[in-house]
């Protein structure tokens, strides 16, 4: 079976998988004006930038002070890196075949880059935006991240219901962990004790228990799983279901499911703010982006984007949300604005000229 999926219209049909046979904050906030009493939080986020990056733009990362973004570009066999305090491209590393997934390394220093056209993983030393390493791993390598403490890289593989762990320290495969058909989506939670797989055929969610890389459950979700994230307390994972138009709510404590949340046309990606207030997921049929309200689990707002939105990462103070738009090779940059009673608070207009909060960091 031929698995490239390099034209806008296999992306756009994979997003239909089963149908082919499957300064820490800025000094200054803008008072808007009092829009009431009480304690009622309301969002109004904005896009405030729009970046041409590289061809198919997938897979996004976030580095961890905020200062670079990362998107894994499918079908130009490259990775744009966006520098936020100008939300400007300022390097295109040439990676290996296919890039899907990226993840950053706790402390910035190294990204990893799945290539599903080339069962590898190319590892970028950030300093230098070049390739110090590729990592050969499984069949159709998608999702990928990195363990808290950067000692370990963890592969999902698309056809091989495998996933992939590897020391950082040498570079190695260490262990190839059973898990579901269709392993795609990656991520761990947050002291490291377990890793969650989205399983896209299969339609469930494995639950792999890092000490022993062994899956302990594995939970029923909607259909056609993806993107998947975990709030920062580990109390709650998130689970993108494409075909099911929904979002699963899966309760750690029982790995259950405990809510299912309607959420736009084809949800790809989701990520979690910091605080673990909010929870942005890509419609990737409806080119819009449903943001969440964790405590009542309920979609608060709708923010138009590009075309097909897929990979999403937001900064580490919470003030910007980017998007990639797989098939008008650019990202949006969303300005997150909130109103909590009587104090709107715009953290769009921070920095003027749309620049992330990010960029306060280095």
């Given amino acids: 079976m031929n698995h490239d999926c390099r034209s806008h219209g296999y992306l756009r049909n ?3 998988f089963r149908r082919l046979a499957l300064g820490w904050a800025a000094t200054a906030v803008m008072v808007l004006g009092v829009v009431g009493v009480g304690t009622d ?4 986020d904005t896009v405030i930038a729009t970046v041409p990056v590289g061809d198919a733009p997938l897979g996004m990362a976030m580095s961890p002070f905020g200062s670079r973004v990362y998107t894994a570009d499918r079908s130009g066999d490259s990775v744009s890196v966006i520098e936020t305090v100008g939300n400007t491209v300022v390097d295109t590393v040439t990676v290996g075949n296919g890039p899907w997934g990226v993840a ?16 590898m993983v190319s590892v970028i030393e950030t300093a230098g935006n070049t390739v110090v390493d590729t990592i050969a791993v499984g069949d159709i390598p998608r999702g990928v991240a990195v363990s808290p403490d950067g000692s370990r890289v963890y592969v999902a593989h698309l056809f091989s219901a495998t996933m992939s762990v ?20 990656v991520a761990l939670s947050p002291n490291g004790s377990h890793v969650y797989v989205t399983n896209a055929i299969a339609d469930t969610v494995s639950v792999v ?20 994230a975990v709030t920062p307390d580990g109390s709650r994972v998130y689970v993108a279901n494409i075909e099911g138009d929904s979002l699963s709510v899966i309760e750690t404590v029982g790995n259950t499911v405990v809510e299912t949340i309607a959420a736009g046309e084809g949800p790809f990606g989701v990520t979690v703010t910091p605080d673990g207030s909010r929870v942005y997921v890509t419609s990737s049929d409806s080119d819009s982006v449903s943001v969440i309200e964790t405590t009542g689990n309920s979609v608060v707002e709708t923010v138009a984007v ?18 990639a738009n797989a098939f008008d090779d650019t990202v949006s940059v969303i300005a997150v604005d909130q109103c909590a009673g009587s104090l709107c608070i715009d953290f769009g207009s921070l920095t003027g000229s749309g620049s992330g909060a990010g960029s306060a960091f280095s």
């Fill in 209 to 228: 228990e890092t000490a022993t890389n062994a899956v302990i459950a594995t939970v029923t979700v909607g259909e056609n799983p993806d993107g998947v």
């Fill in 41 to 44: 939080v309301a969002a109004a």
């Fill in 166 to 185: 590897i020391d950082t320290a040498t570079n190695d495969v260490i262990d190839i962990v059973s898990v579901g058909n269709g392993a795609s989506g």
């Fill in 306 to 323: 590009g075309d097909f939105p897929a990979g999403v990462t937001v900064s580490p103070l919470g003030f910007r949300v980017y998007v």
């Fill in 104 to 119: 950053v390394a706790p402390n910035g220093l190294l990204l990893y880059v799945t290539s599903t056209d080339g069962a």
């Fill in 14 to 16: 994979w997003g239909r």
